[in-house]
Structure formats: C-alpha cells, structure tokens
C-alpha cells in the first residue's frame, strides 16, 4: 500500500476528508516552509472557510472593535499600495461592504484574483507588525503570554483525540536561561532574537498516518497558515509531492498545487543533531488575544487591536521514529554533551 492511501483512514476516522485544495497548500506551506507572500492565490471555497480562518488569526468579525480593526488595516494597506508604491487598485477591491468577499475574491481566477492577493499580503503584514509592537506596549510577562498559547494548543490536543487522532505523548517545555544561553554561545549568530523554541510542543502519535491527521486538524483549528515563520520547517517523515502522487482522492488536486518561489532562507542546520534524527519540525508566530491584559495599559486604544503573536516551535513524530531518535548517537544525552563541548571550545579558543 502506498503511503498516500495508508493515511485515509485515519483522515475518514477523525472525520477530516474530503481535504480541500486549501487544506493541501496550508499543508504544503507547513512541511515545505514557504513564504505565504510569494503565493499567487488562495483557495478559499466560502464563507465560511473565510470565517474559519480569520477565527484562527483571532479576529472575531461578530465583535464590532474587531470588525472595525479589520476595516482600519484594510485602509491602511490600500494608502500603502497607493501612496508608497504608486499602485492603482482595481475598483472591485475598493468598493467591499463586506471584506470576507477580499478572501473569496483571491481565490477566484481572473478579475480581481491578483489585486485581491496582493492588498491581502500586506494586510497580513500589518496586522503582524501591529501585533508584534503591541507586546512592548502591554505590560505582560512572556509566562502569561506562553500560558495563553499553552491552553490553545492543549485543547487542540483534546480535540484531536476525541476525534481519534491516537496522540501517545505529548509535552509542553519553556526553554529555561541556562538553556538559551548555551544555544547562544553555541551557535554563529549568538542572537537572542533568533531563539524560536523558547515555547516548544511535541506530539508523538502511534502511526506517521496520525501525525499526517493532526497536523491537517492543526491548520484548521489552531494554527494560521499565513504565520508559520518561512525557513524553518523540516520534514523528514512525509514526502508531500509523493503523497500527493500516489493517493488517487488526492491527486485531482496536485495539478492545482500553486509553485511558489523558493525562499532563500533555509533552516539553519543544527549540527549538533545525529544524522539518523528525524521528525518534522516548524515554528508559528502564534496570535493571542491579550483584551485582559490591554486594560493594565492607560494609554491603550482599541484602535491597536487586540492580538499579539508568540513564536512556538512544533515538533513531530510516529512511535517508531521517537524509538530510533533514543537510540545511539541520536538521543538527547549525547546531543547535549556535543552543544556542551562546542560551548567549552569556543569559550577556551586560544
């Protein structure tokens, strides 16, 4: 059996098919750590897809402060494209009652696909920057920040095994001080804003056929597409143009697969890990609602809105590749006692 169709029954178990052509690129952008902004449409089928997804970026459209915070960097991506880059903005994109219709309008060929795509990709990078600048400003520490993601990603973890998803193991760690320090001195950079696993999960499941089911019930109830950090996904555990390829209710949709550009940031290689180590790996700029916090801050104005987003690195892998990644010059001891020697070196260089 090809390992395309070995994953179906899982998908059918956990009540995930049929996967849409938007559930195979989120997919795709996740193993493959593409950047979203060299993407050339989305695909999105409906409303309520569209609801879907801006539910993952947390904004809630039934909130009128959150529909307003939408419309705000929605004008503030038009004057850029006008004002910045001297761009003429085709007049379907101008004239939205409703701003869903800008999602369904980038996933539709021709007409207003490409205007729709590109006033999209920088209110994506407003809202994220707006974001970003809204932690300096709120007086919240990185533990209720990181206890806010923990229970997104806990209730996930419950959904996936009401859903049949067979999750053996799962753990939540904070990489401690001492921890990122010796990242740090290991490391060329030594940078510490390029420390990514700070707040890490790892989800070991029974069969690879579980972690292909998890990771697609993660992009639909947890994690947005659009903010998984480019560069740093690994995947040395499924072959997603194989998969594609040999799994008959998939393949109708490879032909559809958009070919982005590759982006020129690659993983940085961790050379301390053994060759045979395998798993799949990615970091997510996570969005959190902070409403709770904002009100410690006088000077807060609902016009900045009410997201902020934290890096969280995930980890993944079946049962057997978690058995062969603790045996021999894989397991953590060894792979600890490497970064430590590396450390010692550098510090003691003549």
């Known amino acids: 059996m090809s390992p395309g169709l070995a994953f179906l029954p899982s998908l059918d178990a956990a009540g995930l098919t049929p996967l849409s052509l938007q ?48 419309r705000l960097i ?26 869903r219709e800008l999602f369904l309008m980038a996933s539709r060929r021709g007409g207003p696909q490409r205007c729709a795509c590109v006033l999209l990709k920088v209110m994506h990078i407003i809202h994220h920057v707006a974001g970003r600048e809204l932690l300096f400003r709120l007086q919240v520490s990185s533990d209720e920040l990181f206890h806010e993601v923990e229970t997104k990603v806990f209730d996930a973890i419950d959904g996936m095994k009401q859903r049949g998803i067979r999750v053996l193991n799962f753990a939540s760690s904070r990489k401690s001080a001492d921890s990122i320090v010796t990242k740090l001195l290991s490391r060329p950079d030594s940078i510490a804003r390029e420390v990514h696993d700070r707040l890490r999960f790892r989800i070991i499941t029974e069969t690879l056929s579980d972690v292909f089911s998890a990771l697609i019930y993660l992009t639909r109830e947890v994690i947005p597409f659009n903010y998984v950090v480019p560069g740093e996904s690994r995947d040395d555990l499924l072959n997603f143009e194989r998969l594609f390829e040999q799994t008959e209710s998939l393949s109708h949709l490879k032909h559809l697969l958009q070919r982005p550009k590759k982006s020129k940031a690659r993983p940085q290689l961790n050379h301390f890990s053994a060759t045979q180590f395998q798993m799949i790996n990615f970091v997510v700029d996570l969005p959190v609602r902070v409403d709770a916090f904002a009100t410690r801050h006088t000077s807060y104005t609902a016009e900045e809105g009410a997201v902020a987003f934290v890096l969280a690195e995930f980890q993944f892998m079946d049962a057997a590749t978690d058995q062969r990644n603790r045996e021999g010059e894989a397991a ?19």
């Open 23 to 70: 559930d195979a690129e989120q997919l795709r952008l996740l193993l493959q750590g593409d950047s979203v902004i060299d993407w050339r449409r989305l695909a999105f089928r409906d409303l309520q897809q569209v609801n879907d997804f801006l539910r993952l970026v947390e904004l809630r459209l039934e909130d009128p402060l959150d529909e307003m915070r939408l």
């Open 74 to 99: 929605y004008r503030k991506a038009t004057r850029y494209l006008q004002d910045r880059l001297g761009m003429v903005l085709c007049d379907e994109v101008q004239r939205l009652a409703d701003l």
């Open 332 to 350: 953590h001891d060894r792979y600890r006692e490497r970064k430590h020697d590396r450390v010692r070196a550098r510090l003691l260089v003549d």
